[in-house]
């Protein structure tokens, strides 16, 4: 308490730091003040009981009355001390509850409390018959809890006038009421203010010291409440370690969970619950390490009880901050999820098991329906192809039809066992580098009799200079015929479909691939939905001609699997758009593994050339692959790359390796290919060339701007080795 | 006719059927075989220049059979186009690692299969006079 506390009092020196932060402030009050007491605790600040010791002390010693009242100056509990003429007074004609508790006949409320309030001072008020009292502000921060009256003594000799109108008001006797005056020793006005600033200084302190004690006596609850609730808490274990993992709480639901007791298990580490492997690999340090780093951590594994019975958990640690103080450390929250678990994986294998059933079925299904399909496939052909006579028109026309179906019927047999390969997760592409721009051109010659019988006109948009795609050929062509199908399906006769291929602008390192139909459009609802397998087959009723509807959802599978996307952007009445991305060849990507820091740094990125005489024509299929073999098992796989091939000009002559190795290195690889191709090739007709040249990064620059120069650079190199090889000798 | 002959081994008749009449329609002799037993038989006998085989047949899978021509002195030479109904994916590097030169799923493309008998038999497409396909 400040030593220099005067009369009046600054309301925000009484405030205690506690109740800033004190839980149950209600609100946030009005301009006047900025703390909110509830009601309740406004009571037990000023309970009667607790302030009746020092008020009745504080009045046997200052010689005067003393009383609580609340804020608008009405008595609050009962009057200490109460001095003669006011108690013969009060006893003939009581103060009814709006009066002034200390002013003998006046029925007003104590106009110096609600003074001493409003100006945070003690205040002296004095009656009709020279009776005086003092108020003393009773304020926590600026709330006014109410006041402390003190005094209904004379501060001079008693006038014998005010005292015989104050009897005759209130029906006493004038003498007897002069004979009690007159014994009463006056105070002086001086003493009887100092004596409220004593008061004030008491009051105040008191009033702190109960408000400590009552916030102490709540948060000892408040403990209290969490811990019965903590330890309630059955099905998950909640424990608290230190920041060394020693245990250093343990709830009821973690003794029913690991069955060790509290007593049994605090101040041990809590590594005593993990897998003696996790141990072994100090997965619990690593918990630890990473829930001080990100605030938390979540994991899923295996647990030990103490009768070493393991269960799957799920795990939740949050660290602990309290300010650096001595709580510093992590909670666990841990749940024994074994059961759910197991369920889930019987579930995810129930449904394996059925996607395989379903596989081997569709596959049986698959397979006999295509041996009847292919004799009437010849048939159809033969007999259309003149084979078997001569064919009038209009017959050929029927026939063709029919072949078309036998076309849609092959379709759908494909797409049934696509559909399950989903489910199966079998459904993979093979990607190469390929030029979608080729690939357009391939599907839209084998398309156009299609667009032909609706007179669609089929034409393409491919921007010039396109980069080369990283990307399963087969399957891109299926996506493409899969959308330019559906667009010929929903175009007007004598409509426009046109199929085109640009950079994407916001991503460089994809194309965009586009099929744009003049058709009816998509509703904004449908245009998701589209791509979906269920309401693909629930809206398969109204394209039931053209095969399951199943496209869609399968080449959205397929885009997915080369790492692009799919989507549609559509305007009712003016027709759809439907745009996929495939990511284009990166040779950094491709090199990754060998474009290390330390490969970087070493100079060791070496490109080595393979060229072998040229292979012509159908061999050139049959033996390709079976040469990349040999290469491949030259190198170490995992470290060193061999590149798909780089140009799509045939005859391929030329096989591209980038390496990490030196020159003897590069000496033992071209012995190994040498070797290797020799064992293949007895004939010794390929006639290997084998080079080297190794690329030297400059010192500084980040790894992003060395891989970018090497890759540059071996781009530059193979283009120049290629221009060298096609150019005729 | 250019009287080069092809050995088709497959138990369907009407495929039979229907493809040998499309290759005898292109100048080729056709001979066929429709069991596995039988098929080594029928091509030792006939010393097709090309087989087609189909991979599920009775008494033994397309394979073996594959296997067994591949392993005969006098059959090893002949290049081997595999139809099948089977999916692609696996079986046509299983063919092809067995020694086959073309993998074909059924029903396959008229011109690509027509093709790729050509190319086998060492034809040069441009001059081959054949029907439309």
């Known amino acids: 308490m400040n030593s220099d506390v005067p009369g009046r009092i600054g309301a925000s020196e009484y405030l205690p730091p506690a109740i800033q932060s004190a839980t149950f402030v209600t609100s946030q009050g009005d301009e006047s003040s900025s703390i909110e007491l509830s009601p309740s605790l406004r009571a037990d600040l000023l309970d009667l009981g607790a302030w009746a010791e020092i008020l009745t002390t504080y009045g046997r010693t200052m010689r005067v009355a003393v009383a609580l009242t609340d804020p608008q100056g009405r008595l609050v509990g009962e009057c200490h001390n109460p001095q003669p003429v006011w108690k013969l007074v009060n006893d003939a004609a009581p103060v009814g509850g709006e009066g002034c508790p200390f002013c003998i006949t006046t029925h007003v409320p104590c106009t110096a409390v609600v003074a001493a309030l409003q100006g945070g001072e003690v205040v002296v008020v004095r009656d009709q018959a020279g009776l005086t009292h003092v108020a003393v502000p009773l304020l926590l921060g600026k709330q006014r809890l109410g006041a402390i009256i003190a005094g209904q003594v004379f501060d001079r000799y008693p006038e014998p006038l005010s005292i015989r109108r104050v009897a005759k008001e209130s029906g006493v006797s004038a003498q007897q009421l002069w004979e009690v005056a007159r014994r009463q020793v006056p105070i002086s006005r001086t003493i009887l203010l100092a004596s409220g600033d004593l008061l004030c200084v008491l009051g105040q302190a008191y009033l702190q010291q109960r408000y400590g004690a009552i916030i102490e006596a709540e948060l000892g609850r408040t403990n209290r409440r969490y811990r019965l609730l903590v330890d309630g808490v059955r099905d998950y274990a909640l424990f608290t370690m230190d920041l060394e993992g020693r245990v250093s709480s343990w709830n009821g639901g973690a003794e029913r969970m690991f069955g060790y007791v509290a007593a049994g298990i605090m101040g041990q580490n809590f590594s005593c619950i993990f897998t003696p492997e996790d141990i072994a690999s100090h997965v619990p340090e690593k918990q630890l390490h990473q829930a001080s780093e990100a605030g938390r951590t979540e994991d899923e594994g295996w647990r030990v009880g103490r009768n070493r019975q393991q269960f799957w958990a799920n795990v939740n640690i949050t660290a602990l901050f309290d300010d650096g103080g001595p709580d510093r450390g992590f909670a666990v929250i841990m749940q024994d999820i074994t059961e759910r678990r197991r369920v889930a994986l019987a579930m995810e294998e129930t449904r394996q098991e059925r996607a395989r059933l379903q596989e081997t079925f569709l596959s049986h299904v698959s397979h006999e329906l295509r041996t009847p399909l292919t004799a009437i496939h010849f048939f159809l052909t033969n007999v259309l192809d003149g084979i078997t006579g001569d064919l009038p028109p209009q017959q050929h026309e029927h026939l063709s039809l029919a072949l078309d179906n036998v076309k849609q019927l092959k379709d759908m047999v494909r797409d049934l066992l696509d559909i399950t390969r989903v489910e199966t997760l079998k459904l993979t592409v093979e990607p190469q580098q390929a030029s979608a721009a080729k690939l357009v051109a391939e599907v839209l010659s084998t398309c156009r009799t299609n667009a032909a019988l609706k007179n669609i006109n089929l034409r393409s948009e491919i921007a010039p200079d396109l980069p080369l795609v990283w990307a399963d050929p087969a399957r891109v ?186 020159l003897s290195g590069f000496n033992a690889i071209a012995k190994r290919i040498g070797l290797g191709l020799q064992n293949f090739d007895s004939a010794s007709t390929l006639k290997p060339v084998i080079c080297s040249t190794t690329l030297v990064v400059g010192a500084g620059g980040s790894r992003e701007e060395k891989i970018i120069e090497v890759t540059a650079r071996i781009e530059q190199l193979i283009e120049v080795h290629l221009l060298n090889e096609e150019r005729p000798k | 006719m250019n009287g080069k002959k092809i ?18 329609a292109n100048g080729y002799d056709v001979v066929s075989a429709t069991d596995a037993i039988s098929a080594i038989a029928v091509a030792l006998k006939e010393a097709p220049d090309l087989v087609i085989l189909d991979l599920g047949l009775p008494a033994g899978d397309g394979l073996l059979v594959l296997g067994r021509i591949k392993g005969l002195a006098d059959l090893a030479a002949t290049p081997v186009i595999v139809l099948s109904a089977r999916d692609p994916s696996g079986n046509e590097k299983r063919a092809l690692d067995a020694g086959a030169i073309a993998f074909f799923q059924k029903p396959p493309d008229n011109h690509e299969f027509l093709g790729a008998i050509r190319q086998a038999l060492g034809e040069n497409i441009a001059l081959s006079t054949f029907l439309k396909t």
Not at chain 1, 529 to 554: C, K, N, P, T
Not at chain 1, 567 to 595: D, I, N, Q, R
Not at chain 2, 17 to 23: E, S, V
């Open chain 1, 477 to 662: 062509r299926q996506i493409i015929i899969n959308l330019i199908d559906n667009g010929i399906k929903f175009s007007p006769e004598r409509g426009t479909l046109t199929v085109g291929i640009r950079r994407l602008a916001e991503d460089v390192r994809f194309l965009c691939l586009w099929v744009s139909d003049a058709g009816c459009g998509i509703s904004p609802e449908n245009r998701e939905i589209i791509f979906d397998r269920l309401a693909q087959i629930r809206s398969s009723v109204e394209a039931s001609r053209s095969g399951l509807g199943l496209g869609l959802f399968i080449s959205r599978e397929l885009v997915s699997r080369h790492g692009g996307r799919i989507w549609v952007e559509s305007k009712m009445g003016h027709g759809s758009t439907f745009y996929f991305t495939l990511p284009v060849f990166s040779l950094a990507k491709m090199c990754a593994p060998v474009l290390t820091p330390q490969n970087l740094d070493g100079g060791s990125v070496t490109l080595i050339t393979v060229d072998v005489a040229a292979i012509e024509g159908s061999d050139q299929a049959n033996i390709l692959p079976k040469i990349r073999k040999v290469l491949g098992g030259c190198i170490h796989s995992g470290q060193d790359v061999l590149l798909p091939a780089m140009s799509d000009v045939e005859p391929v002559r030329s096989f591209f390796i980038v390496a990490c190795t030196g």
């Open chain 2, 7 to 24: 050995l088709i081994i497959d138990d369907d008749q009407h495929l039979l059927m229907g493809l040998t009449a499309r290759l005898k």
